[in-house]
């Protein structure tokens, strides 16, 4: 038998070596620094109602509306064309008159809105059942077997030594954010100036927006009842996802997820819905109903763009699944309001101190909740039918321009977004939002104390100047 040479060995060595290297490097790839979020942008997204494949599914629900209509009277046309036909939540209708552009380029001057609730002239509280399910994220290898790592000082460079050289298993859990999640004040009663009694925040904000409408109508209240339900999964396959683990060496600091993957996995892909998706599961089994506004919590997971980690970070939207009806609901579309929403670990995007000269600081715990939960009581239906909450174009003091009622998004970029309020011992971040006025482009306003902005009043204290299409020369 021939013998290896010690040269033959050492090369032997340094090839099994490289090979080690090379699959650590394999296996590290989508590990990121727990600082890795430290100064980046959070910024809004909107996402199709019913989700990546509302096309297809508007096309099953205008063939399966044309079919009902020949076997079961109705007078509800395709909802794209008329909300009011919509089995959803209680909403109701007004309008405002200011001239601007629309977003096909023609002039107009009535914008008409939708909001969650009753009108303020009921004098009566609209109470939601608010149901909260936690989504575990389980990531998984290319093969879709469960993924584990060893700690090291590579995919874990800020982890204390006793961490490194364990075994970890790539799987993230909400359970420890839950109960404060629950206890925050989108969902707990806070004093607040709109309000003659302890209330919630979204409540004390749409009461400041209508300014003396809530004083005259004290009874007026727009309240969420939460439930929490089983929770769920969200499998993601290696390579549609990136991570980064606690100093102790635990899953997750935080999770980055693809965004367009994040869709496929929460929309039901087709109609009638099955258990194949986070949303399809819950209306299958009945967590989500069309009368709900809907949470669907995520331990600190935020989306990129483009294939590109540094093109984040999105820390949640609302929008709302469609499904058809059928002769039980008088053939009308079912409409479920939900929202994604990630809870935010202090000191991921910046100082946790919330220093008064960076914008990010304060974004943590539920400021992506309180956003997108005063985005749905504004902008219930985001724009669907081209009509109600598409307002005339406005521009942000900080740059941003859109056409539409999303009071988050105006006060997300901009000095001191959030508002701090604290339940029991805890200090709680949720954000302060644009207020309708602000979108009618009313001087002065008519909301409380004249403001643009609550609970913090000082944010935005001026209109938008009139703009042009899409805010041309900007």
Not at 317 to 324: L, N, R, Y
Not at 410 to 439: C, M, R, S
């Amino acid at each position: 038998m021939k013998k290896f040479t010690p040269c033959f060995l050492f090369v032997m060595l340094l090839s099994v070596t490289a090979f080690a290297q090379n699959a650590q490097k394999t296996q590290d790839k989508d590990a990121l620094p727990n600082n890795f979020l430290t100064g980046k942008h959070v910024r809004f997204s909107r996402i199709a109602p019913g989700g990546p494949n509302a096309a297809k599914k508007n096309m099953l629900n205008a063939a399966s509306l044309a079919l009902n209509a020949t076997t079961t009277s109705t007078s509800c046309p395709p909802q794209s064309t008329k909300l009011a036909c919509a089995d959803t939540i209680t909403n109701n209708n007004n309008f405002f008159k200011e001239q601007g552009v629309y977003f096909d380029g023609t002039s107009r001057s009535i914008w008409q809105f939708s909001f969650v609730g009753k009108p303020p002239a009921s004098n009566t509280s609209t109470v939601f059942n608010a149901p909260v399910i936690p989504i575990t994220i389980n990531m998984l290898n290319a093969d879709g077997t469960p993924r584990s790592i060893v700690t090291n000082s590579t995919n874990c460079p800020r982890c204390v030594p006793s961490a490194l050289g364990k075994t970890v298993r790539l799987i993230s859990r909400p359970q420890q954010f839950v109960q404060p999640f629950l206890n925050s004040p989108v969902f707990k009663p806070s004093t607040f100036s709109s309000s003659p009694v302890p209330t919630q925040i979204t409540d004390a904000e749409m009461r400041a927006e209508v300014g003396a409408r809530a004083t005259e109508h004290s009874g007026w209240h727009t309240l969420l009842a939460p439930s929490l339900k089983a929770g769920q999964t969200m499998a993601l396959i290696e390579g549609t996802y990136f991570f980064a683990l606690n100093s102790d060496g635990s899953c997750c600091a935080f999770v980055l997820v693809d965004s367009n993957v994040f869709g496929n996995e929460l929309f039901p892909p087709a109609a009638p819905p099955d258990n194949s998706t986070v949303i399809g599961q819950a209306e299958v089994s009945g967590s989500m109903t069309t009368q709900d506004i809907s949470t669907l919590l995520f331990p600190n997971t935020y989306l990129y763009d483009n294939g590109n980690p540094n093109d984040c970070c999105v820390l949640g939207f609302h929008s709302f699944d469609f499904e058809p009806g059928d002769a039980s609901n008088g053939n009308r579309t079912r409409f479920y309001v939900m929202n994604y929403s990630s809870w935010i670990s202090p000191g991921l995007f910046a100082d946790p101190n919330c220093a008064t000269k960076d914008p990010e600081n304060c974004f943590q715990d539920v400021t992506a909740h309180s956003h997108e939960i005063a985005e749905i009581f504004n902008d219930p239906f985001v724009g669907y039918d081209g009509v109600h909450n598409i307002t005339p174009f406005w521009l942000n003091p900080a740059g941003q321009c859109q056409d539409i009622m999303e009071v988050g998004d105006v006060i997300e970029d901009l000095p001191n977004p959030t508002f701090p309020v604290t339940i029991g011992k805890t200090a709680y971040h949720p954000q302060t939002e644009a207020l309708l006025p602000w979108f009618e482009f009313q001087s002065p306003s008519t909301a409380l104390h004249n403001a643009y902005s609550y609970p913090n009043e000082t944010v935005l204290t001026a209109l938008s100047a009139p703009q042009p299409l899409n805010c041309a020369g900007k």
